[in-house]
């Protein structure tokens, strides 16, 4: 049934990882697919049983180090976590809450007697863990955690303790229910003095399931959705934590309370560990990319067969998909994830070589976490337009839980603000690009320092990310005078794309400086008073690497159809990313009157020509049917029948 | 607490009906209130026991003729179904139900005979009943219902019958659980002919809840909101319905089978019909915005005490809403919402003039179901918008089910498909415009006469829809050249809304002659091409008129400093929606690039002038606390008592 364009466009998404893809696809059947309409209880102990019931060879733990029985590749893992969001969402966190916040955090902060003493158990989720890191006070900011975890020379012990309410762990997976120890992360004061945020790995339930001494839990109960995963509250009553739980690659506290690290600077340190937990939100922004494609898929195959008014002269009601306006609202958004798809691929794989370096290199960990931080932030939002699109063109039956898409929707609403609120991302990702990459952008405070960081602001080279010779081969051919260049040339995309963002980032640039000559009184007001425009670099940065990866991914496809269509889908997304800027690029005489509107009007042109492609550009996703698992998909053949019937009625008599 | 401009704001915004609105909020207390986390088969049990606890004399029933306990006052009962949606949705929606469409319809379709027989039962809810006109495979296209009920002369009967799956009633509030009788609307056919649409009162239940011979009850399973509803399915196996259950207003059967109406023309009888009903999409788009007020206020109120990262130089977190970034969110979507308010008391006020008017008036009647079906479009989608953005506004806490936002989105989100979807409805604002109201604006169809329609259109004159002549005033006051003018100059603001919507629907009728010129062999493309462009018709319309609303709105308001706020706030909306509009307002050669510049300078620096007063606007919506019923709410006096206490302890002594 899958015809060879849609098997040519499923390899170049699959990418590097398709075997893990594949495997997730073959091996996980109806059994571990979301039930809709569950009770919280029963979704949290559906998904507490399944944890341990998901077979760990298909990549789910393949980033855990080999020796104690992952494959060192964390690529894969973020992949398989990827699949697993169109399986079941909640499977997923719970999942990543597991293997790779717990046990990721276990493998990156702690050292070999910690490996040897918790991995095999975490791998095989007998250990069942959380990473308390947010509090209800400080979610963004947690170098300014009020948890405190403080040693006792005298004893040998640390001390970790809840100074207040709004300093109790929240959020937390696996705590309300299943987590027997968990990562908590505190400020870590010996000698009397701190040293920022460290993490120790504590029990916080017995073997039979009750707090341990001095620990209080509680369940942050009913969610928006993710009901399967059982989030809760922590708060440290003077809990006694050794000293050797505390996970000290970065940073040791010997037996009389002194302190070392490898690194000095205390803002540096604790910005080099969270560094270390980047897969994180590699794996959100994939998560929320692959729920979008399910979304997409329902939408696009419901809109093909679900029809509404008669066409004049005709006998026939009309399907969505052939509305313009409904066009419009699918077509853009599917070009978008079929960019997202690729800009993704790109960050697994620089995630896997930055990883894999002998040597650490920070400026390439500082662009990882920056890529990551962005596509995470527009990958989640892309998520959550798109999916409540696909709701909405799915009418009452986008509503009911049995056709998937409020689970969808609900399931990933939260990944806008959890691994980074997506703003506070953003906003990394300006300053990263402002500085270079330099010390400075590892800081989240984004304001403690800003007189700092306006003083270190320079003109930045963009540096491309794929492609390169292609891609600079592409933007040297554009004539000088836009006018004569097509309004679908590749070449002109990439000039434009590329030049906004310059163009944005060097205004960013002149404000900052001109407010850290003129504000020095009031340093807030320096970063605040730009902060829209500092978020504009940062969604043009995001917008030009995602194009340059889209048009690498198109160089791997081998069959020329295959090609041919995703040049057109890549048109479609270029032109309705340029169309959302328009007002920009006229107010900085990027672009005339004349051709703005030309611009629209190609881009309803390509709708109409990928219009026959609508249910390709979705079979190439290749979402086993068993995981789409909406009604509307399995009454699709009875729905085909029946409109066949009534027209086959209607032609023999006329209406009534 | 509530000081003066507070206490005027709300008294403009409670507007022609306050008394509804301050009834309902003294009458109903928490337990009316929704319940986070309930389960489907609780949310039902507690709404169907609340719904008959519902005190009818603060305006619920009041659109019911005074002989039988309602007060003969729509706008009233549009206004407590308003305030309802703030206290529970499900509980508006059920009453929706009940009072609304089946109460409704029987008032509206019925006669005498149908009045005497059941409307105490209804209004006492002792007779609970459904709206059966939504079928799987029709919803917007109701005009091709496929259920179909036939006279049979010889019985004196007729019989009501379910041809075909996707022809069952689907998504029907009250019929998987409470609802006795339906009315069901179906294909009259006697004598061999049909007249259309048509719409009979059937029992559904017996007294002992079980189905009806010939009935099939299903239920449509759980939802993404609105739990509280018991949505279900019905089908009809040649089930006798006796020949008085017609509801026969518009339409009458002779025992004989001879069919006799007032209103010669099917289709245009059949709008007719349909347009007694515009009370229910005045209802949902009121109780979009009642629910986005809730949402706002618990937003606006997190984002005042909730503080993230440290000002340079302070010993003081910054609060959310100090950022730039988070009052881009919340402010422009606050000064929307006052607009919406505005309008929607227009709306009201007009469909308590058309309804109470001794003659009907077709022209006044479409006018006021196209207005309806605008606002409700823009006011849903604002909703879904804004309700998911503050839910982002408020992290973690924002997902979580205790604090409200959750449960406000998903119980709304089915509002911009329901009563109408939404794209259908602005299509038919577009289509009212065309044609000046008249007779083919009536169909729903779109394009079943599309030629038809592109022949009639003709150049409209913009009718002013408030405060005509201080409209006027101000639009005349506008010198010629746009650059010479503030761009908060309100004359400005409304002379380029409606400049831009005479522009656009110019532009609409020369592209639909020429196509109907050019496409004549392919009608459904005449519409199908230019279906953006009547999409923007639309929406450019309904932003004039809520224009026009807020700026009489303003007039109403008594005292000076509300009037200055206000003021404020319709220049926030009035350039917000200038933004949205940029890229159009310059290729049209609205706007220069200079300009349109200025137009977001401008808003920023309203944002900051508004900052001190988002408080006091979210106040004024005078939501009662006990409503809103959000655990960050409640934690309000702590939160800020614990930061009070960190802030006296930094500044005791310098952070470790």
């Known amino acids: 049934m899958r015809d060879r364009v849609t098997v040519a466009l499923t390899e170049v998404l699959d990418g590097r990882w398709a075997h893990v893809r594949r495997a997730v696809r073959e091996r996980l059947g109806a059994e571990f697919v979301t039930v809709p309409g569950e009770t919280g209880d029963q979704a949290r102990e559906r998904v507490s049983r399944l944890i341990r019931d998901l077979p760990t060879d298909v990549g789910v733990v393949s980033a855990f180090p080999v020796e104690y029985g992952g494959s060192d590749d964390p690529g894969g893992s973020t992949v398989a976590a990827e699949m697993l969001a169109q399986v079941d969402l909640s499977l997923m966190v719970k999942a990543g809450v597991q293997w790779g916040l717990f046990g990721g955090a276990v493998v990156a902060l702690g050292t070999k007697r910690h490996h040897d003493a918790y991995l095999r158990d975490i791998i095989s989720a007998d250990l069942m863990g959380c990473f308390a890191m947010t509090e209800t006070g400080h979610g963004s900011d947690v170098q300014q955690l009020r948890t405190t975890c403080t040693y006792d020379a005298a004893s040998g012990n640390f001390v970790l303790h809840t100074p207040h309410e709004a300093a109790r762990k929240d959020y937390i997976g696996n705590a309300a229910r299943d987590g027997r120890m968990a990562v908590v992360f505190a400020q870590l004061i010996t000698g009397g003095r701190s040293y920022g945020v460290h993490a120790w790995l504590v029990p916080i339930r017995d073997e039979h399931g009750k707090p341990m001494p001095g620990v209080t839990l509680g369940d942050a109960g009913p969610k928006a959705g993710l009901l399967g995963v059982d989030n809760g509250r922590i708060s440290f009553d003077h809990v006694t934590v050794p000293r050797d739980m505390l996970l000290d690659r970065y940073g040791q506290v010997a037996a009389d309370g002194a302190y070392t690290s490898s690194i000095e600077n205390d803002t540096r340190r604790f910005f080099t560990m969270l560094g270390t937990l980047v897969r994180g939100r590699v794996t959100v922004g994939a998560a929320a ?322 219009r026959p492609h609508m249910r390709t550009l979705v079979d190439a996703f290749a979402v086993p049917e068993e995981w789409l698992n909406a009604a509307v998909l399995r009454e699709e053949p009875a729905r085909q029948e029946a409109m066949a019937k009534e027209d086959d009625a209607l032609r023999a008599e006329p209406p009534l």
Chains 1, 2 share one sequence.
């Not at 007002?583 to 611009?599: D, F, Q």
Request: aromatic share 6%; net charge negative.
């Open 289 to 610: 990319s692959a729920a979008t494609r399910s979304a997409l898929t329902i939408a696009v195959r419901y809109g093909e067969t679900r029809r509404q008014f008669t066409s004049p002269g005709a006998d026939r009601e009309i399907a969505l998909n052939d509305y313009l306006a409904h066009q419009r609202k699918l077509l853009p958004a599917l070009a978008r994830s079929y960019a997202y798809a690729f800009a993704q691929e790109e960050l697994a794989v620089t995630m896997a070589e930055v990883f894999s370096l002998a040597e650490p290199d920070e400026h390439r960990q500082r662009e990882l976490e920056s890529r990551a931080a962005g596509l995470k932030a527009v990958q989640t939002w892309h998520a959550t337009r798109t999916i409540q699109m696909c709701r909405e063109a799915c009418g009452g039956a986008g509503y009911l839980a049995e056709n998937r898409l409020p689970g969808l929707k609900a399931d990933t609403d939260v990944f806008t603000t959890f691994e980074g609120d997506n703003t506070v991302l953003l906003q990394l990702v300006a300053k990263g690009l402002l500085t270079g990459y330099r010390d400075a952008f590892g800081s989240l405070d984004g304001w403690g320092r800003a007189t700092f960081v306006a003083e270190q602001v320079r003109e930045m080279m963009l540096e491309r990310t794929a492609a390169r010779s292609l891609i600079q081969r592409l933007v040297s051919a554009v004539p000088g005078r836009d006018e004569e260049v097509a309004v679908t040339d590749r070449g002109w995309h990439l000039a434009l794309f590329e030049d906004r963002e310059k163009h944005l980032l060097d205004g960013a640039i002149r404000r900052l400086r001109k407010g850290a000559d003129t504000k020095k009184d009031r340093p807030f007001d320096i970063f605040n008073d730009v902060q829209d425009h500092i978020l504009s670099v940062a969604g043009a940065h995001i917008d030009r690497i995602t194009l340059e990866a889209f048009v690498a991914g198109i160089e791997r496809a081998t069959d020329e159809s295959a090609r041919e269509l995703l040049g057109k889908v890549c048109d479609l997304y270029a032109l309705t990313t340029i169309e959302e800027h328009k007002a920009w690029l006229m107010e900085h005489g990027r672009l005339t009157p004349a051709r703005s509107r030309a611009v629209t009007a190609v881009a309803n042109d390509l709708l109409r020509e990928l």
